[in-house]
């Protein structure tokens, strides 16, 4: 497709516009919700709804096809020895594990979600970039995690980064679009806000903080500079976006304050894996000690819980 | 713009367990007596009066009620240990013992965070986070200064004044309590402090850190009661120095009482400060800086922001945010640790917050609160904002105390400024924006004693505090919280 063709009814928002964000502030906002004390019941649902909300991720080089089939295991079956657990939300691989994940999940309510667009730096050509999105939708992935051209948005070539994503949500079809803003690259909170503006514009399903491959990845600052964004976004349009940190997000404790952050900026609405996600592998595990040790008393040794 | 279908929904849903505080590790005695010369002491009339949990309306211990007779004995211990022990040590040693009551305070911080919310019904996580903590900082800060006043003041000679008589107020009990003693101490004085009568809890349980730090007897003082106890102190002769913190008419009181005295003072009074938000400013951080200006500790802050400025132009979105975030704060008992805004400190404050609810309503002006549901029992004010209201409301005017704030909307730095500054206050402000310049510029042209810059109700005991107008006279805190407690010769 070529970009003069990018639909009318999407327009580059004026970015000078955007509110400026003052990070101290925000820093004192963070500490508030790591301050806040979720006990006894609230703590089961909370971690039930984490569980839920996992986009159980592999994404490295030596990834085997074999892998991709245990992790697809793991997402189906979390840990049956505690009954009346969810799944995770979605399994996230590379385009080329895209057909092993969904023979390995058909028949499930799991979502395949598959970087794309040269992940994870994004240097590549849009050409290439959008052939790699076709390949992992074509495969049957039904989200696609993209990453922005970090060096176009930072030299200040906004339409360039935003006429891009819009070719990619194109090229998606039906596949749920997650755009990656790789926060760790962006150096202030004032570039993440622009950064969410310009990806909610071009038409982003979700954003999504990080690829995980650069540090630092996802923080609760930047997770909630991008919460705000999509607060105003939808004030101003009626459209509800998703958000998902990835990265860094490994213990139940972290996770929960994610999920007061999420409740006392974007209420309930938001509330479900449909809106929000957390990027990450070793979460599941922490959170399914917590929630046996909730309903047991003790903790378990971590050989009790399967690790794939 | 924002409709009314793109509304966020905070209620119902996911919501937190109660996370309260334990309460059994705290012991409070039945019944206090007055705390003179190193020892507790019954009040030489007998008379007792109730200390009250504000959560819950339950009596937490009888206190007693000091008469002339005991504020004759606290001021004659006083000056007994002045001309004794306290004031011939060396001024290295009398620091020791000011480090010392700051590392209890520090050791017993559990205690004492939960005594302070039990007593004023400010929620847990503020006595923990801040009040306990500040407390500790300004008895190591001015611990510090014991044996280096000729430092303070180079080229004089820093003399203690005497006894020193301290008056201090309900809002922040034990922090105002160390406020006035770490600084009298450091400079040689000795002391008689009364808490207020609705909280004297923190005030006798710092008497018992003082007994435990070894310091002699009739250094420091503590007796309780109401007005007529405060009154006979500051008119006592054998008091040198009058500090009190409290409402602006009874500082006027003081201050006639002791016009034609030789005794010094500082006042520290009532304010209505201006909190100035800028269209540019980082809207989203400025919104939180209107909760944590008027809400923080129920609105009983004198220096808090209770007169809201915000410029034309994003006076519909940070309206709109701040009614959201109203939303998420959570109300009710005081000893969980996820309130945000406990109880109100007395039925008589609850009474004047109410009377000015409807004084503004009366006034035109357009009240909203937040949706919480309250506890059924103690004494409990929803956060409230007033739009619509002008410099001529007495809601804008008058200090509430209460968690309660004023909004006005302005088109030019001129205007916001001439209003600022358009009151008999002048204790604190904020100013919101981007720029630096502008922070720079009305910070010189408020007139107030505190200014902060993209933040609020921020406190360091290296930092002085104090008003302009009737907000009171003279400075507490940092190298100028010295100069109240000494004369200086050359």
């Known amino acids: 497709m070529a970009l003069s063709a990018v639909k009318k009814s999407v327009r580059l928002p004026d970015l000078s516009n955007v509110p400026s964000v003052d990070e101290v502030g925000v820093d004192e906002r963070v500490a508030r919700f790591q301050s806040r004390s979720i006990k006894k019941s609230s703590k089961v649902e909370a971690l039930k709804l984490i569980l839920s909300m996992i986009d159980l991720t592999t994404l490295e080089g030596q990834d085997t096809p074999g892998k991709v089939r245990q992790l697809c295991q793991k997402a189906i079956h979390l840990h049956d020895a505690m009954p009346g657990l969810p799944h995770v939300a979605a399994v996230c691989v590379y385009p080329t594990m895209v057909s092993v994940a969904r023979k390995a999940l058909a028949g499930h309510d799991i979502n395949i979600a598959s970087v794309a667009t040269a992940f994870p730096s994004g240097m590549s050509t849009l050409q290439v970039k959008l052939d790699d999105t076709r390949m992992a939708v074509k495969a049957g992935a039904t989200e696609i995690d993209m990453v922005i051209s970090r060096g176009r948005f930072l030299a200040g070539d906004y339409r360039y980064v935003f006429d891009e994503i819009v070719a990619v949500k194109e090229a998606c079809g039906d596949a749920h679009l997650k755009v990656i803003l790789e926060t760790g690259e962006l150096g202030t909170l004032d570039q993440v806000r622009r950064a969410s503006v310009l990806a909610m514009h071009a038409g982003a399903d979700f954003i999504k903080t990080s690829t995980g491959k650069i540090q630092p990845a996802a923080t609760m600052q930047v997770t909630l500079t991008m919460l705000q964004a999509i607060r105003d976004f939808y004030r101003d349009t009626g459209k509800m976006i998703g958000m998902k940190p990835a990265g860094g997000i490994s213990t139940s404790k972290l996770a929960i304050h994610y999920l007061v952050m999420l409740h006392e900026t974007l209420g309930n609405a938001w509330m479900t894996p449909e809106w929000f996600r957390f990027g990450a592998s070793s979460l599941a595990n922490d959170v399914l000690m917590q929630l046996m040790k909730q309903s047991t008393g003790v903790y378990q040794s971590a050989d009790y819980f399967s690790k794939d | ?490």
């Open chain 2, 1 to 490: 713009m924002a409709t009314a279908e793109n509304k966020l929904a905070f209620d119902g849903g996911w919501g937190y367990d109660p996370a309260p505080e334990s309460t059994d590790h705290i012991e409070i005695k039945s019944r206090y007596g007055l705390f003179i010369n190193g020892e507790f002491v019954k009040p030489e009339m007998g008379k007792y009066f109730d200390t009250v949990n504000p959560a819950t309306e339950e009596r937490l211990s009888r206190i007693a009620d000091a008469s002339q007779a005991d504020v004759d004995k606290a001021v004659a211990a006083a000056r007994a240990a002045y001309r004794g022990p306290w004031g011939r040590m060396k001024p290295a040693e009398r620091g020791k013992y000011i480090y010392r009551i700051s590392r209890i305070i520090q050791e017993r911080a559990r205690e004492f965070s939960v005594i302070e919310s039990l007593d004023g019904g400010k929620p847990i996580r503020e006595s923990r986070d801040i009040d306990v903590p500040l407390a500790a900082a300004h008895f190591f800060y001015y611990a510090g200064w014991a044996d280096k006043l000729d430092y303070a003041f180079p080229g004089r000679r820093a003399k203690s004044l005497g006894v020193a008589g301290q008056i201090i107020p309900w809002n922040f009990p034990l922090l105002m309590a160390s406020w006035k003693i770490a600084p009298a101490l450091a400079c040689g004085n000795t002391v008689v402090l009364k808490p207020a009568e609705t909280t004297p809890l923190t005030a006798l349980k710092l008497a018992e850190v003082i007994a435990d730090a070894g310091l002699p007897p009739g250094v420091v003082n503590i007796v309780t009661g109401a007005g007529a106890t405060g009154a006979a102190i500051v008119e006592h002769p054998g008091v040198d120095k009058v500090a009190f913190t409290g409402s602006t008419n009874v500082g006027r009181m003081i201050q006639k009482k002791l016009a034609g005295t030789n005794k010094k003072y500082t006042l520290e009074l009532g304010g209505k400060a201006a909190n100035i938000i800028f269209a540019d400013a980082a809207i989203d951080q400025a919104v939180e800086g209107i909760v944590n200006g008027i809400f923080f500790n129920q609105g009983h802050v004198c220096c808090a922001g209770s007169r809201l400025f915000v410029q034309e132009s994003v006076a519909d979105e940070v309206i709109a945010k701040l009614k959201d975030r109203m939303e998420t704060l959570i109300v009710g008992d005081p000893m969980d640790k996820n309130t945000d805004i406990g109880a109100i400190n007395s039925s008589m404050q609850l009474e004047k917050i109410r009377s000015y609810l409807k004084i503004g309503k009366s006034e035109g002006g357009e009240m909203h609160q937040s949706s919480c549901s309250l506890p059924k029992k103690g004494y409990w004010c929803r956060p409230t904002i007033f739009t619509g209201v002008s410099q001529s409301s007495r809601v804008v005017q008058e200090e509430i105390f209460g968690p309660v704030l004023a909004i006005q909307t302005f088109r030019r730095y001129d205007e916001a400024l001439v209003k600022a500054n358009n009151t008999p206050y002048g204790l604190s402000g904020g100013i919101w924006t981007d720029k630096g310049s502008k922070i720079f510029k009305m910070t010189q042209d408020l007139r107030a004693g505190v200014v902060w810059a993209n933040t609020f109700n921020k406190f360091d005991p290296t930092s002085p505090f104090g008003g302009y107008k009737e907000s009171g006279v003279g400075r507490e805190g940092g190298l100028h919280g010295l100069d109240a407690y000494v004369k200086l010769g050359a």
